[in-house]
């Protein structure tokens, strides 16, 4: 296991590639694919445009993959420094909670930026769809997980509270 700076060195330069990589082919896919409009890809009866947008689009999406992968593990520690800074004991379930809400964040973020790329594609109408969908479920999911953890915390809290109250109440009377 590396320590918490190895994990920084080793990610972070990473990310900052990987969101590089991101922007070069997203540019490409905008520039390029013009072009070559009116010629066709041969074998694939589909435009040159299309097939160049699509192939730079999916390069930009492996190294946005990537980016995000590397991202998770930065967050993780974030999260870890925010809880200590916080004076939180527990940490299992508040930082599970925390990386939750971040992760609803990032599927927010993700689903807002894909929609209306998925949405121009032919047919996209119905992929965007399925999509929305897809995230709607995910953060219904986290949510749900959420207030799950939140009641442990809670109820953990009052157990605790109910038992120094009863040993308080056992002292005065005893």
Do not use: C, H
Request: aromatic residues 8%.
């Amino acid at each position: 296991m590396r320590s918490v700076e190895e994990e920084i060195r080793l990610r972070f330069p990473r990310v900052v590639m990987s969101l590089v990589m991101v922007l070069i082919f997203w540019i490409i896919g905008i520039f390029i694919p013009p072009t070559v409009r009116g010629f066709e890809v041969p074998g694939l009866n589909i435009s040159a445009e299309l097939f160049l947008w699509v192939i730079s689009m999916g390069t930009a999406a492996v190294f946005l993959i990537r980016a995000l992968a590397d991202s998770v593990v930065l967050i993780d520690i974030a999260i870890d420094i925010i809880i200590k800074q916080l004076g939180i004991k527990d940490e299992k379930l508040p930082k599970k909670t925390a990386r939750e809400v971040i992760y609803i964040i990032v599927i927010i973020l993700v689903t807002t930026a894909v929609s209306p790329l998925v949405a121009a594609l032919e047919k996209g109408s119905t992929a965007s769809t399925v999509i929305t969908y897809v995230a709607l479920v995910l953060i219904l999911v986290f949510i749900y997980d959420i207030g799950r953890s939140l009641y442990r915390i809670v109820e953990q809290k009052a157990e605790l509270l109910a038992d120094r109250l009863a040993k308080a109440a056992g002292k005065k009377g005893g």
